[in-house]
């Protein structure tokens, strides 16, 4: 089935670093990428949809300047979370979208990477 | 605005038991889909199952089975005769119709099977 990785899956950084988080999606492509939030025992959470070639739509209360979304092409989008303090340790998630469609069927299926757990001291 | 409830936090049982877990939805779209996902220690979700607004069959896959009520907006899961590594949290999930991406979790069931 189609695979979708996440690098790093584990980074600790100083408090005022920022740090990059790739998605790749392997083994198809992917004009649409997610990015999701889950905070500990907690359930996920939709941060911005990365399109690619245009700008990233954000969900409410995200901030946009300090989570930075680049999808450049169509099997990668980064986040970049600038300028990290403690409070946005957290367990980060993308998915890709899958989406074909033909004369009589079409299919629309999302596939997660693995996680990217984010420690800032 | 989507919204999905798992009113159940958390669950234990013991091995072989059966066990279901609820999740019930609000959506003003007519079409949507609604997941779930198995999220083991590891943090990596596994994708068990969708299902599309326009489907109402029950579904059985092993050990595992869903019951999809639109009247009632609920779409549970039953696991038969539970065994130890069913142990994760289990996510209920709502998105759009061809828009599979964006969407809405519920918080979450913590099974535990217990030998």
């Known amino acids: 089935g189609a695979v979708v990785s996440q690098h790093p899956s584990r980074v600790i950084c100083k408090s005022g670093t920022s740090v990059k988080i790739e998605c790749r999606s392997l083994d198809f492509q992917a004009t649409t990428m997610f990015w999701y939030r889950q905070f500990p025992k907690q359930s996920l959470m939709l941060m911005a949809t990365?399109?690619?070639?245009?700008?990233?739509?954000?969900e409410q209360g995200v901030e946009k300047d300090k989570f930075l979304i680049n999808h450049a092409s169509l099997t990668l989008s980064t986040l970049t979370v600038t300028s990290a303090h403690p409070e946005d340790s957290s367990f980060y998630i993308c998915s890709a979208r899958a989406f074909a469609s033909g004369p009589q069927t079409s299919t629309d299926t999302q596939y997660f990477g693995p996680g990217t757990r984010l420690t800032v001291l | 605005a989507q919204k999905v409830t798992q009113a159940q936090t958390e669950i234990s049982v013991v091995e072989k038991e059966d066990v279901t877990l609820d999740c019930v939805y609000e959506?003003?779209?007519?079409?949507?889909?609604l997941f779930w996902y198995k999220q083991p220690p590891s943090g990596e979700l596994v994708f068990l199952i969708r299902r599309n607004s326009f489907d109402e069959q029950n579904e059985i896959s092993g050990r595992y089975s869903w019951n999809f009520q639109k009247s009632t907006s609920s779409f549970n899961f039953t696991i038969t005769a539970s065994q130890v590594v069913d142990s994760a949290v289990y996510f209920c999930?709502?998105?759009?119709?061809?828009?599979?991406?964006?969407?809405?979790f519920g918080d979450g069931t913590t099974l535990t099977v217990k030998p």
């Open positions: 990365s399109n690619e070639g245009s700008k990233a739509t954000y």
């Open positions: 959506t003003r779209d007519t079409t949507y889909y």
């Open positions: 999930a709502l998105s759009e119709l061809f828009n599979a991406g964006k969407s809405t």
